[in-house]
């Protein structure tokens, strides 16, 4: 249990129904996670799914109606906020503006009666972490939104917390200034060693911070796991259809060998890894990522799926191109196909109406549950 900096158990919410008399609102449903010491690890999923009141819970904003949640192995479902060793960052910020940046900053530290020496000390070692040196006079209208930012995670660090909240902390940044601040917030972590739980509805971002992510949906954690897990393995249609660009064909599982199997649909017969959950004679669904797909004039000799089709449209788009391609009446696949080669080159965009093969590895396709 040492080695889990944060730890769910069965941990279940509800609210009040907002009509008199109406049902209990299950916002959070028997979440169980383990959050690994030192760990970037990131809540994901659409607005209302139950990640947010999972952090305010961890926090302490939230009491729990069942379960119990533990930091490093303490039991802290019914402690309150200020005596928990975690802080949170919120998307706006909230800075006192009639306060300069360093006493926001030692905000904190004055409530806990720290020394005022230690507080200074402490200050300047908390700007310079989030690389703002020196601005402990400036107040918060003469700094921009992404310093400003960086003061709201100096004046949550400063308190030396065991773990850090962040409840969409970029939301309110432009896309440009999100970017870099990604980054940074990676780098920092890495810096301070200590776990980031990170809330955000952004798959990119997610897959861009995370050492691992759990995807939320209704309440219930539907896949943890690391980004290359999420996006190569989804174990379900919501986690595939969530994260990235997936191409869904629906059919029947025929049958299962080891961890392949054969999946039907329109006549296609196609060999596909298969989610442990999907039985043969099960009606499914086989996903597969349009960067997956290859398009070639002739046909492969390097795996079992490979079917003849007809290019129906043909986008440019610089970095690379995406394809539409029928490949029975019911059955059409999106490809994307990235421009490596020189300009000038032979290529398949031509107009729609061309043939061509189209292909893909067993491994780079999932069977799972319709």
Do not use: C, H, W
């Given at each position: 249990m040492g080695d889990f900096a944060v730890e769910m158990?069965?941990?279940?919410?509800?609210f009040p129904g907002a009509a008199r008399g109406s049902d209990q609102v299950l916002a959070v449903d028997h979440v169980t996670l383990q959050i690994r010491d030192g760990e970037f690890f990131s809540l994901l999923g659409p607005s209302g799914c139950g990640k947010t009141t999972s952090l305010r819970m961890i926090a302490g904003f939230e009491l729990p109606t069942g379960g119990e949640i533990y930091l490093h192995g303490k039991p802290v479902g019914r402690t309150p906020p200020f005596?928990?060793?975690?802080?949170?960052?919120?998307?706006?910020?909230?800075?006192?503006?009639h306060m300069s940046i360093g006493a926001n900053v030692a905000f904190g530290l004055q409530m806990k009666r720290v020394s005022k020496t230690d507080i200074e000390q402490r200050v300047k070692e908390a700007?310079?972490?989030?690389?703002?040196?020196?601005?402990?006079?400036?107040?918060?209208?003469?700094?921009?939104?992404?310093?400003?930012?960086?003061?709201?995670?100096a004046r949550a660090l400063v308190n030396r917390p065991e773990v850090l909240l962040l409840d969409e902390p970029l939301g309110a940044l432009d896309l440009k200034l999100r970017k870099e601040m990604q980054l940074e917030l990676k780098t920092l972590q890495r810096e301070v060693g200590i776990t980031f739980i990170y809330v955000t509805h952004d798959q990119e971002e997610a897959l861009t911070m995370?050492?691992?992510?759990?995807?939320?949906?209704h309440g219930r954690v539907l896949q943890a796991g690391t980004s290359l897990d999420i996006y190569e393995a989804p174990n379900c249609r919501f986690v595939a259809d969530f994260i990235g660009e997936t191409n869904f064909i629906s059919?029947?599982?025929?049958?299962?060998?080891?961890?392949?199997?054969?999946?039907?649909?329109?006549?296609?017969?196609?060999?596909?890894?298969v989610e442990a959950n999907v039985k043969p004679g099960?009606?499914?669904?086989?996903?597969?990522?349009?960067?997956?797909?290859?398009?070639?004039?002739?046909?492969?000799?390097?795996?079992?799926?490979?079917f003849v089709g007809e290019i129906v449209e043909s986008i440019y788009i610089g970095t690379d191109t995406r394809f539409a391609v029928h490949l029975t009446p019911t059955v059409s696949v999106r490809v994307r196909r990235q421009n490596v080669?020189?300009?000038?080159?032979?290529a398949l965009e031509g107009p729609t109406g061309v043939k061509v093969w189209v292909s893909w590895h067993?491994?780079?396709?999932?069977v799972l549950a319709s």
């Open positions: 158990r069965d941990v279940v919410k509800e005596q928990r060793p975690v802080n949170t960052v919120f998307q706006n910020y909230a800075l006192f503006p700007l310079d972490m989030v690389r703002l040196p020196g601005y402990e006079k400036r107040r918060p209208r003469q700094m921009s939104g992404g310093q400003q930012q960086r003061v709201a995670l995370s050492d691992r992510i759990a995807v939320m949906d059919g029947t599982l025929v049958s299962v060998n080891g961890q392949e199997g054969e999946f039907q649909a329109d006549g296609l017969k196609i060999i596909a890894m099960m009606p499914a669904t086989l996903a597969v990522r349009p960067e997956r797909v290859r398009l070639t004039p002739t046909a492969p000799g390097d795996t079992p799926n490979a080669e020189p300009i000038g080159m032979p067993p491994e780079s396709a999932r």
